[in-house]
């Protein structure tokens, strides 16, 4: 098994949000990503680095590029970012110019605040796709590991699927 720091870059979405009663809506608010690690007992070495706080619909060409220019310059070879759902195939393909890393997308049909979430499965699927895929870039959902460059979210469905 690889030992190799994992850098897990956060962004937002779903699996960052919060619900709030009194404005009847939902928020991304800071991430619960490094809690969720905490939680899971986590001993593999890794560093969060909380980057954006943006549900994916409102992510821009910038962010995108914030994104792949923090992963292209960081020490770690091997990266997992949390991302909102909607347009997680938008950020790969921003990212697919980025060479000898292993860079593992993941997050949550619901938020991780949440009992019946899928975000700490999908979390711990990113971290074990991290340590045993090769370099590219891959999206870890409902207990699949696609190729980030040829998978869509099927809305009605509420998963990911091979095209």
Known sequence: MNQA?????T???TIDKQYFDALSEYQIVESVIGKLLATARVAHPFRVVELLRKDSLELTDEDRALIAATVAG???SHVVITHGTDTMTDTAAALA???GKTVVMCGAMQPARFAESDAAFNLGMAFGCCQS????IWITMSGTVFDALKVRKDREAGKFVAR
Do not use: R, S, Y
């Open 133 to 136: 895929a090769g370099p590219g």
């Open 97 to 99: 110019h980025i060479e």
């Open 5 to 9: 720091p994992i850098l897990v870059i």
């Open 74 to 76: 960081a020490p770690e």
């Open 11 to 13: 962004t937002g979405g």
